[in-house]
């Protein structure tokens, strides 16, 4: 008998185009949700080869400042800032 719950799809597209909209409930939510399927947070779709972008940066901020953030996600922001090019020239 086959599974009636099928897994969506993987869209990058999509994924991209709301993980950098200028709404950051969306980035927010996105980002949340990128985690639970992934554990790990798509900060490929930034250019943070200087500096971290403003966007990445306000997403991890509003995930961190939510008191429901599970502590798996917290430690998986930090393993991803731990690889960011701009984090590690600037330590």
Not at 5 to 22: D, G, I, P
Not at 37 to 63: A, H, M, V
């Amino acid at each position: 008998m086959k599974d009636s719950r099928k897994k969506a799809k993987f869209n990058f597209e999509e994924l991209k185009t709301a993980a950098t909209s200028e709404n950051p409930g969306l980035r927010k939510k996105v980002f949340q949700e990128y985690f639970e399927q992934f554990e790990e947070f798509p900060s490929y779709l930034f250019d943070n080869t200087d500096s971290i972008d403003s966007k990445l940066s306000e997403t991890i901020r509003d995930i961190e400042n939510d008191p429901e953030t599970p502590e798996k996600m917290r430690k998986g922001i930090v393993m991803m800032l731990n690889r960011l090019p701009a984090r590690n020239e600037a330590a």
